[in-house]
């Protein structure tokens, strides 16, 4: 099974400062076949399911602020949030979709400073 | 708009089973996949196992739960049920239907969540 790990665990940004979250997986989500890397990013705010945010390591789904940026290939990738704002606070999560079982990473929780 | 509209919380005693649905609308139900993920309180998801409302209704599931869980699709109600077998007091979690992006297997439409709780 492919293994996510996200980094760190949590942060706290100040309201307009970017945040970081960097997730690595144990082998190679890149599929040359179609040039694209299967890594998906969600938010869980508490007591709601996760949504959706980026897919294909960088495209961000419909609605989602512009903010909200996805970046990397391989086994590296980053989701950044560029200007941190109040509603953003929550849970982080990355999970790969290459092969089954389609695994998530840990969470990193994103608070405000 | 899609919607994934689940069936609410239970309580059950070790060794019991559960059956959860999952009721979609807002889209061709034989059009997408739909996986179901669990989360353990404070814990990440886990995926738990795909179920295609295409194809007669063909399964993968995670090693883990092999043998302990049933997928299936009632495909005129439009409706996924989730059954666990054997609970366990670990087995206490929020279980979801997620589903499946067309053609990719990213979770784009989730439920609301049942909890399932189980305790003697």
């Known amino acids: 099974d492919i293994v996510m790990t996200q980094s760190p665990d949590s942060l706290a940004v100040s309201l307009g400062e970017r945040a970081t979250i960097n997730c690595k997986s144990s082998?190679?989500?890149?599929?040359?076949?179609?040039?694209?890397?299967?890594l998906a990013w969600y938010q869980q705010k508490p007591g709601q399911p996760p949504k959706l945010l980026i897919y294909?390591?960088?495209s961000r789904e419909s609605g989602v602020p512009d903010r909200f940026t996805g970046s990397g290939s391989g086994t590296d990738f980053t989701l950044t949030i560029s200007s941190l704002q109040a509603e953003d606070v929550a849970v982080y999560y990355c999970?790969?979709?290459?092969?089954?079982?389609?695994?998530f990473g840990q969470g990193t929780k994103v608070e405000i400073k | 708009q899609v919607q994934l509209v689940q069936s609410g919380a239970e309580v059950k005693k070790p060794g019991a089973s559960v059956k959860v649905s999952c009721k979609a609308s807002?889209?061709?139900?034989?059009?997408?996949?739909l996986s179901w993920v669990r989360q353990a309180p404070g814990q990440g998801p886990e995926w738990m196992g795909w179920?295609?409302?295409?194809?007669?209704?063909?399964?993968k599931y995670a090693e883990k739960f092999q043998g302990r869980v049933t997928m299936t699709t009632d495909t005129p109600t439009n409706t996924a049920y989730l059954e666990l077998r054997s609970l366990r007091t670990d087995d206490t979690a929020v279980y979801y239907c997620?589903?499946?992006?067309?053609?990719?297997?990213?979770?784009?439409?989730w439920g609301q969540g049942t909890l399932v709780t189980v305790s003697s």
């Open positions: 997620a589903r499946h992006r067309y053609g990719a297997n990213m979770f784009d439409y």
């Open positions: 807002g889209y061709p139900f034989s059009s997408h996949g």
């Open positions: 179920i295609s409302a295409y194809y007669n209704g063909s399964t």
């Open positions: 082998l190679s989500l890149f599929y040359s076949s179609d040039n694209r890397n299967y």
């Open positions: 294909w390591a960088s």
């Open positions: 999970q790969h979709y290459y092969n089954a079982p389609w695994t």
